[in-house]
């Protein structure tokens, strides 16, 4: 089920999202699932704020992101490793051992396969997601089963192009593959928050909340979900009906 907010700023989009993490994260020992990208940022900008003025302590909350690329080192600047780091962990006191990003290096078969094992060991009960203008969610690309668990992927020429802002705009230095957590993975989440912002992520929005329920728009799995949180701004949500 999808409740859908529609906000003006970045801004009021990031603190519709803190509000529903603020929920979770009062609960006792929360897990939370947290992804990478621009979606988020202002999301962890409102937790970092929380910490610091409220005393909103991480100390006993785990946490499981999405995905990784595949080859680059884990303390690149451009690895989700380090972006989580850079906009979040850095800033909270969360213990190190009890932060989990997939591994993107060494043999990265059996990297999916340990993810898997250590996340089904718990309950997630928040997870962030972002949307590509693709419509996938974490890496799983158009075509991705909805019955997948953590797995490698090759990513699609329009993500690599849409995330080659981050690599000097050049989709060459975009790594070509990702280990994501699968779709089947997601939904186990008690609650996810959707973060959308942007007109071109409109048509991945309708596809999601109005399309068919298809793997040809993998975000339209979340159709499913029994507890979905739809945060847009004007733009992502332009084409909504
Ligand atoms: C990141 C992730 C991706 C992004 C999506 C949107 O961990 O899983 O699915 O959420 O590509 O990216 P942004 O937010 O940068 O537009």
Known sequence: MFNVIVKDTYDEVSFEAFKVMKGVLNQEKPVLGLATGSSPVGLYKEMIKDHKENGTSYKDILTFNLD???????DHEQSYWTFMHENLFDFIDIPEENVHV???NGDVEQNCIDYENELKKHVVDVQVLG??????IAFNEPGTPFDSLTHLMDLEEQTRQDNARFFDNDINQVPERAITMGLASIM???????????????????GMLEGEKTTACPASILQD?????VVLDKEAASKLG
């Open 68 to 74: 990784e690329y595949i080859g680059l080192p884990r």
């Open 102 to 104: 997939p591994l993107g």
């Open 131 to 136: 949307i590509g203008s693709d419509g996938h």
């Open 188 to 206: 186990r989440a008690r609650k996810i928050i959707m973060i959308a912002t942007g007109a071109n992520k409109a048509d991945a929005v309708k």
């Open 225 to 229: 979900h029994p507890d979905v949180t």
